[in-house]
């Protein structure tokens, strides 16, 4: 659930949210203290619906919040890319930025190949 991503998200919600102050605000920042570990399925559960709800609500919208997410991503590649470490350390770097879930890599994956994939 969430694969390890719960923090960057609620981040990326918090930043985003119209009003710094209030409630979402104050969750987001119990959330993000949190740091993905959580010792029971339930509370994350709890939390990673909350962060949708929050997502797709009228004063974010999944559009927008992608976007946000999407210059996240490019912009910490873009940190990673810019040092001076070799392809090797990078690439491992640049896996850790996201976790991107198994379901969406196969499909990914299935879309170029454009067929069954050996797991």
Known sequence: LMEGNIKKMTQILQDIWPTKKGNVNSMCSTIIEINNNYSDENSLR??????????????????????????????????????????????????????????IENAILWSCVGGELDE
Do not use: T, W
Request: net charge neutral; no cysteine.
């Open 46 to 103: 709890e939390h990673a619906k909350y962060i949708f709800e929050h997502i797709e609500s009228k004063e974010i919208g999944k559009g927008m919040y992608a976007q946000k997410l999407a210059n996240y991503i490019e912009s910490e590649i873009n940190k990673i890319y810019n040092k001076e470490l070799d392809q090797i350390d990078k690439l491992d770097k640049i896996q850790k930025v996201f976790n991107i879930p198994k379901y």
